[in-house]
């Protein structure tokens, strides 16, 4: 069965510094994989996603991940954070039954302090 | 991508009394839309998918009953939560699919049922 696992609840960063949200992945095939981001009253936004083309996907907002198969990682890094990066993310997976069923990770919520 | 909307975006209900929750796409056709769960601090947890013109396919230990769905046309799929407990109070989210593992949500319905 797939699953996500994301490494860190919490994650606290000061403004400009760079952010590592880390997530790994189980899957028996080759999955599909993304970021979302939820903001406070609103909904969960892409990010970015992985769909077996290019490794290094670059996202909205300056994000990026790089899908690693040997590690079964996609973490998810932007190089300077801003204030406005505050949220909840959420690494997803897709799901191997063929339903289009997303499977969604715990999340990490992100504090961004000046 | 595609707008969703969902209408209320918080209702409070007594215990034992149904609410009904929409989800619509505003700019996009949607044979296919989600229902997902989210309790606070948690994930998300699929609870149906639901299609236009035909049942919907609830989740593993989702009640069909106590949870009904209806996608009665491309833009809209509604939410009636029957005889609500406490224990039901929840974040309920819709996602519309534009192409394969490519969903969009909506805000999100605040369920509180006293």
């Known amino acids: 069965a797939q699953s996500v696992t994301q490494l860190d609840s919490h994650v606290s960063v000061s403004e400009g510094t760079p952010v590592l949200l880390r997530c790994n992945y189980s899957?028996?095939?080759?999955?599909?994989l993304f970021w979302y981001v939820q903001h406070p009253n609103k909904g969960l936004q892409l990010l970015l996603k992985y769909t077996s083309a290019a490794t290094l996907v670059k996202g909205i907002n300056g994000f990026e991940a790089e899908f690693k198969k040997s590690e079964t990682s996609f973490h998810l890094t932007k190089p300077s954070a801003h204030m406005s990066d505050a949220a909840e993310y959420f690494c997803?997976?897709?799901?191997?039954?063929?339903?289009?069923?997303?499977?969604f990770g715990a999340g990490t919520r992100l504090a961004v302090h000046p | 991508g595609a707008v969703v909307s969902q209408h209320p975006s918080w209702v409070i209900c007594k215990s034992g009394t149904s609410v009904k929750i929409e989800c619509r796409s505003l700019d996009f056709q949607a044979t296919t839309m989600f229902w997902y769960r989210q309790f606070p601090k948690q994930s998300l947890m699929l609870m149906a998918t639901?299609?236009?013109?035909?049942?919907?396919?609830?989740e593993q230990g989702v009640e069909k009953d106590k949870f009904l769905i209806n996608h009665a046309s491309l833009t809209l799929s509604t939410l009636t939560v029957t005889s609500a407990h406490p224990e039901d109070s929840s974040f309920y989210i819709c996602?519309?699919?534009?192409?394969?593992?490519?969903?969009?949500f909506g805000p999100g319905t605040r369920l509180t049922v006293t």
């Open positions: 899957s028996s095939y080759s999955p599909s």
């Open positions: 996602s519309v699919q534009l192409a394969l593992y490519e969903q969009y």
């Open positions: 997803v997976v897709s799901d191997a039954g063929g339903y289009n069923k997303l499977i």
């Open positions: 639901s299609n236009e013109g035909s049942k919907a396919t609830y």
